[in-house]
């Protein structure tokens, strides 16, 4: 997917530049869903009682980029712009459908023990509705929004918490929404592992990545260098906070040692206690605090602009060479070789609601005899190789067909689907849950 040069700077929005799926951004998804697959699925603890190392890098970020990855697609589904008001109704039964169906298997998976994985789809499927108005945004006011609810919104849930309902942190079913519907809500919206509201930040993040040249491997390489930059500057202001300017003190006198090590070590529940303010100024993982919210930002979106450098950039210099023949060969071999090393990730990513869904079955079912690192490299191998013959001779996954399909049934009975610009006969969605 490269694109022609018009000027020396070159654009960081715009329209989609081809009709082919961005390898990068499935890959992506990917690893984001690999990610939580091994949060699951391997040990949390070493033999020392400290996390490990593969949950220490994985334990939040995964599940963060999974949001983020929600809007960039739903970015795609609107052709990567600004939905006019005229055209808002399609694209909002669009979504709210794709939210029903999306909560209605995450309900159905309610049976599952969320001591071995919380199910993150009824909380993907409140995202689904928040995003309804946010489609509506410039792509300045979408980088406004993300901001003020990554610092307002955990502040008033400190200041409200206390007076909901307390979390379950049991995976909803369809009886919790007819016993329990408010504490549902309030679960899925604020006290819950995956809070939805304070996670509107990763919607807008996403939103507006999906609305950038992704094509284009300097503005690639852009993302990349400001999500490491974003990712380190949040850790770096929470050390800050907590050490030289006293907060973890304070953070000791109010929980006791044992519970603040447990959150700083194993991260939170989804949030922090409300004993202290200075719960806010932590970047553990899960705890939806400011600095969390933006850490987690920048590594989302410093791991899709590397795989988008590293699938795009072979792209592009296998044809910029300037007609030289033996490095036309080159690159192309060496763009062969990344696609073929990113492929199997882009597969999975490709069929992340299946892979998920498939994921969370197993984990439950009779079938996991297996040891922690075995069943997690069965579970690899199988979604791998699933995913690879499935896109192959298929495309779709079944669960994003059916989602996609009705879906855009909903968007083409509430009114004109949103086709900004010239009109197209067809037209793909690349994101799935």
Do not use: K
């Not at 020396?8 to 984001?32: C, F, K, Q, Y």
């Not at 712009?81 to 995450?106: E, H």
């Not at 996670?199 to 503005?219: I, K």
């Not at 990113?342 to 996991?368: C, E, K, M, Q, R």
């Amino acid at each position: 997917m490269g694109i022609r040069a018009r000027s020396r700077a070159p654009s960081l929005s715009g329209p989609p530049t081809g009709t082919e799926r961005l390898i990068g951004v499935d890959a992506t998804r990917g690893v984001a869903v690999l990610g939580m697959m091994a949060v699951h699925a391997l040990y949390i603890v070493d033999g020392d009682g400290e996390p490990t190392w593969w949950y220490s890098i994985l334990s939040g970020r995964a599940a963060a980029t999974f949001a983020v990855l929600a809007g960039v697609g739903i970015a795609f589904t609107t052709r990567r712009d600004q939905v006019p008001r005229a055209r808002w109704r399609p694209v909002a039964a669009s979504l709210a459908t794709r939210a029903l169906l999306v909560g209605l298997l995450g309900l159905a998976l309610g049976y599952t023990d969320s001591g071995m994985a919380v199910v993150i789809l009824p909380f993907y499927a409140v995202l689904f509705l928040l995003a309804i108005p946010l489609v509506l945004l410039s792509t300045r006011w979408l980088l406004v929004t993300g901001g003020v609810v990554a610092v307002v919104i955990p502040v008033v849930g400190h200041l409200v918490r206390d007076a909901l309902p307390a979390p379950r942190y049991v995976n909803p079913s369809f009886g919790s929404v007819v016993d329990d519907p408010l504490g549902l809500l309030a679960e899925l919206a604020v006290t819950g592992v995956y809070p939805a509201l304070p996670w509107v930040t990763y919607l807008c993040a996403g939103l507006v990545l999906g609305r950038l040249r992704l094509s284009s491997p300097r503005v690639d390489a852009w993302l990349m260098g400001a999500g490491v930059a974003l990712a380190v500057a949040a850790s770096a202001l929470s050390a800050l906070l907590l050490g030289p300017l006293g907060g973890l003190d304070h953070l000791v006198a109010a929980d006791g040692p044992d519970v603040v090590d447990s959150v700083l070590d194993f991260g939170a529940s989804g949030t922090t206690p409300t004993t202290s303010w200075w719960w806010l100024a932590t970047d553990a993982r899960h705890a939806s605090t400011p600095l969390d919210l933006l850490h987690t930002t920048g590594t989302a979106t410093a791991l899709l602009g590397a795989l988008l450098l590293l699938t795009n950039g072979t792209r592009a210099r296998s044809g910029s060479v300037g007609g030289a023949v033996v490095g036309v060969a080159v690159g192309v071999a060496v763009g062969v070789a990344v696609r073929r090393l990113v492929g199997p990730l882009a597969a999975v990513g490709s069929l992340t609601l299946t892979v998920y869904t498939a994921h969370i079955v197993f984990l439950n079912s009779p079938l996991d005899r297996f040891g922690a690192v075995a069943g997690f490299l069965v579970q690899v191998v199988v979604a791998v190789g699933f995913a690879l013959v499935w896109r192959r001779f298929v495309g779709r996954g079944p669960l994003e067909w059916a989602v996609t399909w009705l879906a855009g049934r909903a968007g083409a009975a509430a009114g004109r689907p949103f086709l900004p610009g010239r009109p197209r006969r067809t037209g793909r969605s690349t994101h799935s849950a």
